[in-house]
């Protein structure tokens, strides 16, 4: 038990501690208990798009990257149910893109590609969009691979919050919707983008690459080939918060 | 003249861009303008907007990409958009479709190579009770005929502007068909205000002018008035009208306690469930009414702004509402000394670009502020923190409407209409099969077949409730009553008689959601689509049980996953179709078991097209 000063809610049945103003999905990955998600990065503001992070919240579904702690409340994460939902939506992200995994560079460093393993995916269940997205590959130094994209606007977000240059957003509608970038040409190369920026280093999948360092960390040495995407989130979030808030 | 060939759109820019200010909140607003004039927003515009405004040009992209009703490529001298709402199909729009392009030449969804016209389908454009209707360069052609067709064929070929085509092209009717007690007389503008304003006052108050009564320096009714109109508003009871059905007076005290330098009060004109046209009637015949009711609003929460967001579909009612809000400000209703009492409030109005997730209320609010039209999180809520992060009231067309009738009669007189949980009058738009097609104004607690009965739809096999995002009723059901405590509802009414093909409405259904997702969360941008593809499937013949049990998973998914209420709705239909009208779907499976959604033959086809193929041989 905690003591009767911090405030605790209970997530499948297990009692989580949490600060005010924390989110569920904060708190619950502070104690050690992971939630998938791939738009959310706890460095930046959540965008709740991807809803893999969903969770049942006295009794209702919300995104747990954007619902609020509060004492008391009862949450389910850890549920078949959930669980199935969340293969589901990651079916959903494989089919309506072009994934190729074994060809891929970002391959064994990719969150979507860890997180179908951490959900058990078979397969991408529905039948492939195969859309025609264009690649970009005018700059010397980035990539920016449509085909790779997963929508979850992190670009977007770190390059307006952080490096201050919006070079990245957002156009067309639903299914068509596709990032792009600001400049007359609408090509990278003509951007302010650099390969220093924030932006370019957070894509969870392969969409925004550098070029040239293509295999500098070898298949078998990657992030998730040394530990699972539940185990290594949970670790790097950890000493995120031991860092911040001692 | 063909506008396609105008060289140099930069001078026209600049002097549409001198008419605004430099505040990113007029980007959509300036979109909107640039798109009518130039019929396609240039490229040199975008880059001139982005100057302008300080933002980028990707960001002004993106809202060209997102609205319906702009374009980055030239549609045309004549811009002609066809109501897809299974209304319009259901007299006949895609045959007026085809015919309309056959004799204009040119292909559906293209532009005719010499730039001089372009034809495609819409979402509903709320002209279901005079349907098929078209929109031709922004003005609603209701009532299509091959007839009005040709003509419309003749004064294109002849490059009659359309200002010059007859009214009666134009006409749109009210049909009002039923009145209650709300709409049964003409509105008297300024009664509803100075009521809420004397509100709580003695008898003999109100014997003495009102400018004495109200007058700020002696205080006598000032605040009280706010106060006591509030009390009035909850003792009516009255509930949200956009289809949620959220306490008007709970959600105008929270705006009201929140403190803040300034307050928004926005009302809900985009109206884009389709089946509904309710708003539409409203603005065109009691636009004082709904104004007035903003304006109560304002005074209650102490707001100073109020912005009437409307849908671009209504575009043809923009001098009509410039001129009552004109009107109101000389009369002294709007402005900065509302009745001499030193109210200060004003209404603006923006317009929508074609996208139905703007009737949101957080994406309105993105979209007010010239951003595409993504709901916001969840939290804050807008009452808290909406346009500009202000404490915002928004409140639908209808609502508004109601709470000046409550100002101006009470809200006990209110409540005693309607049921316990369902004050007041609600207004339903009927279309569909019915002699009577048009706009009912009933007391809450009405009864499906009383509707049908009234509007001459009895032969209904089915109605659909509150439009796609809402509930299909059988037969067996019409005994089911319209209120919060059973059937809730937006008040759209679409009526299908026994001739009807319950899937077809399923597929249209279907259709316009994947069109309208905003793609910002997987389950509504995906699901919509598989959705769709799903049902296309089954329309072509190669549907099996097993489609079928996953058009129940992704539902399902949407429903509990979804960000926003457009995607938990937007199954609803076929949930309800599936267990309502299965034999509709089953008739179209020619067999059991596992058929692969890929198609082999269709995927030759590129092959075909890469070799000029098209024999039987080319053929699998």
């Given at each position: 038990m905690c003591p009767d000063s911090i405030k605790t809610f209970f997530l499948d049945g297990r009692e989580i501690p949490f600060r005010e103003g924390q989110s569920v999905f904060d708190a619950a990955m502070t104690a050690g208990a992971f939630i998938p998600h791939l738009c959310h990065n706890p460095d930046y503001e959540p965008h709740s798009s991807c809803r893999l992070c969903t969770v049942i919240v006295n009794g209702r579904p919300f995104a747990s990257c954007t619902q609020p702690a509060v004492a008391g409340q009862m949450v389910q994460s850890d549920t078949p149910e959930l669980r199935e939902m969340r293969r589901v939506l990651t079916q959903m992200l494989f089919v309506e893109g072009n994934h190729y995994c074994p060809s891929c560079e970002k391959s064994g460093n990719c969150k979507l590609q860890a997180t179908a393993y951490d959900l058990g995916l078979q397969d991408n269940h529905f039948p492939q969009f195969f859309p025609k997205r264009e690649l970009d590959a005018s700059h010397a130094e980035i990539i920016l691979d449509r085909d790779r994209c997963i929508l979850c606007g992190l670009c977007v977000r770190v390059s307006r919050d952080v490096d201050k240059k919006s070079v990245f957003a957002m156009t067309g509608r639903g299914i068509h919707t596709v990032i792009v970038v600001d400049s007359p040409s609408g090509l990278l190369k003509d951007s302010?983008?650099?390969?220093?920026?924030e932006a370019v280093q957070h894509c969870p999948v392969g969409a925004l690459l550098l070029k040239g360092k293509g295999f500098d960390v070898p298949i078998g040495e990657r992030i998730y080939d040394k530990a699972p995407i539940a185990e290594d989130s949970v670790a790097k979030f950890q000493a995120r918060e031991a860092h911040i808030h001692g | 003249m063909s506008q396609a060939v105008t060289p140099h759109p930069q001078e026209t820019v600049r002097q549409i861009l001198q008419r605004y200010d430099r505040d990113p909140g007029e980007l959509l607003q300036l979109l909107v303008e640039i798109q009518h004039t130039f019929h396609y927003v240039p490229e040199e515009a975008v880059s001139l907007l982005a100057d302008h405004l300080r933002v980028t040009r990707a960001h002004v992209r993106g809202l060209v990409g997102f609205y319906s009703f702009l374009s980055d490529t030239f549609l045309g001298d004549y811009v002609i958009y066809i109501s897809d709402n299974i209304t319009d199909r259901m007299l006949g729009n895609q045959d007026m479709a085809k015919y309309l392009c056959s004799r204009l030449g040119v292909k559906l969804g293209k532009v005719r190579s010499d730039g001089r016209v372009s034809v495609q389908y819409t979402s509903c454009t709320g002209m279901c009770d005079q349907g098929p209707a078209a929109l031709v360069n922004g003005m609603p052609v209701t009532r299509l005929s091959r007839e009005r067709v040709d003509r419309m064929v003749e004064f294109i070929t002849a490059r009659t502007p359309v200002t010059a085509w007859p009214e009666e092209f134009f006409q749109v009717e009210d049909n009002f068909r039923r009145s209650d007690v709300l709409f049964r007389r003409a509105f008297d503008p300024g009664t509803a205000l100075k009521a809420a304003m004397l509100r709580g006052g003695d008898e003999t108050l109100k014997e003495i002018q009102f400018e004495e009564a109200v007058d700020p320096a002696s205080g006598i009714a000032w605040k009280r008035g706010a106060d006591e109109t509030l009390k009035e508003m909850y003792r009516s009871d009255l509930r949200g009208r956009g289809g949620a059905g959220f306490k008007a007076a709970i959600k105008w005290e929270t705006c009201r306690d929140i403190s803040a330098p300034e307050r928004y009060v926005v009302c809900n004109a985009d109206e884009g469930e389709p089946g509904t046209f309710k708003d539409r009637v409203l603005l065109s015949s009691y636009a004082d009414m709904v104004f007035e009711g903003m304006t109560v609003c304002a005074y209650v929460v102490g707001a100073g702004r109020g912005i009437l967001y409307i849908r671009q579909e209504y575009w043809y009612l923009k001098t009509h509402l410039e001129a009552v809000l004109a009107r109101r400000r000389e009369a002294g209703l709007l402005g900065k000394n509302i009745l001499g009492t030193g109210y200060a409030f004003d209404i603006a109005i923006h317009w929508g670009a074609g996208a139905y997730i703007c009737g949101m209320e957080s994406a309105m609010i993105e979209s007010i502020e010239g951003k595409r039209g993504k709901p916001r999180k969840r939290w804050p809520l807008p009452v808290v923190a909406g346009v500009e992060k202000r404490p915002t009231v928004v409140n639908n067309v209808e609502t508004f409407a109601a709470a000046a009738m409550v100002a101006l009669k009470g809200g006990v007189w209110f409540a005693g209409h309607g049921t316990m949980h369902s004050t007041g009058t609600k207004l339903f738009c009927v279309s569909g099969d019915c002699e009577r097609p048009g706009i009912y104004e009933y007391p809450f607690g009405v009864s499906i077949r009383e509707i049908l009965r009234d509007c001459g739809g009895l032969d209904a096999r089915a109605v659909q409730v509150s439009g796609p995002s809402g509930t299909t009723i059988t037969r067996p059901e019409f005994d089911r009553v319209l209120a919060y405590e059973d059937l809730a509802t937006v008040g759209t009414f679409m009526v299908f008689n026994h001739?009807?093909?319950m899937f077809e409405v399923v597929q249209n259904f279907t259709h316009f959601f994947q069109h309208e997702s905003c793609g910002l969360c997987t389950p509504c941008r995906v699901g919509t689509s598989l959705l769709a593809n799903l049902v296309d499937k089954v329309a072509a013949g190669k549907g099996s049980p097993l489609d079928l049990e996953e058009v129940q998973k992704i539902s399902q998914l949407m429903k509990t996953t979804a960000h926003c209420g457009l995607g938990q709705t937007a199954p609803n239909h076929l949930i309800d179709s599936l267990v309502k009208f299965r034999g509709d779907w089953e008739k179209r499976m020619m067999v059991t078991g596992f058929v692969p959604a890929f198609d082999l033959d269709a995927s030759l086809e590129e092959a075909r097209q890469l070799t000029g193929r098209d024999d039987v041989a080319a053929h699998l």
């Open positions: 302010k983008v650099t390969a220093q920026d | 001739e009807r093909d």
